[in-house]
């Protein structure tokens, strides 16, 4: 397991542009598969965009494709989220996670580190 620590989430406006970062612990990252995912209050939390260790393989949730892109920098062990176009539907607490891989997963169960999650708020 790897220690996840996720940030940059806040209050934006419909429309705008939030990136989140997630800063790993270890010397290992390049090892992990790396996903984000979401979860609004009363819904289950799912996978907004994963990709697998080479960072070539992905996979966006339907909601968020064309808006969205994960990307990870291995050297810095840092995975990104950049997100644009919001829209209040993505308001929801979101979290990093990690796993062995080494391909992308869209399964809360292919991963078995997790941050604490960031708040995003998007207002209309």
């Known amino acids: 397991q790897v220690q996840l620590v996720e940030s940059g989430g806040g209050l934006v406006q419909a429309g705008g542009s939030l990136r989140l970062s997630c800063a790993a612990s270890?010397?290992?990252?390049?090892?992990?598969?790396v996903g984000w995912f979401r979860q609004a209050p009363g819904k289950e939390r799912e996978a907004v965009a994963t990709?697998?260790?080479?960072?070539?393989?992905?996979f966006y949730g339907d909601s968020v494709k064309g808006r969205f892109t994960i990307s990870r920098d291995n050297a810095k062990n840092t995975v990104f989220l950049e997100m644009n176009s919001l829209k209040p539907e993505d308001t929801a607490i979101y979290y990093c996670?990690?796993?062995?891989?080494?391909?992308?997963?869209?399964?809360?169960?292919?991963?078995?580190?997790w941050g604490q999650g960031t708040q995003v708020t998007v207002s209309s």
């Open positions: 990709t697998g260790i080479s960072g070539r393989m992905t």
């Open positions: 996670a990690a796993g062995k891989g080494p391909y992308a997963s869209r399964f809360l169960n292919s991963y078995d580190s």
């Open positions: 270890g010397r290992t990252f390049s090892a992990y598969a």
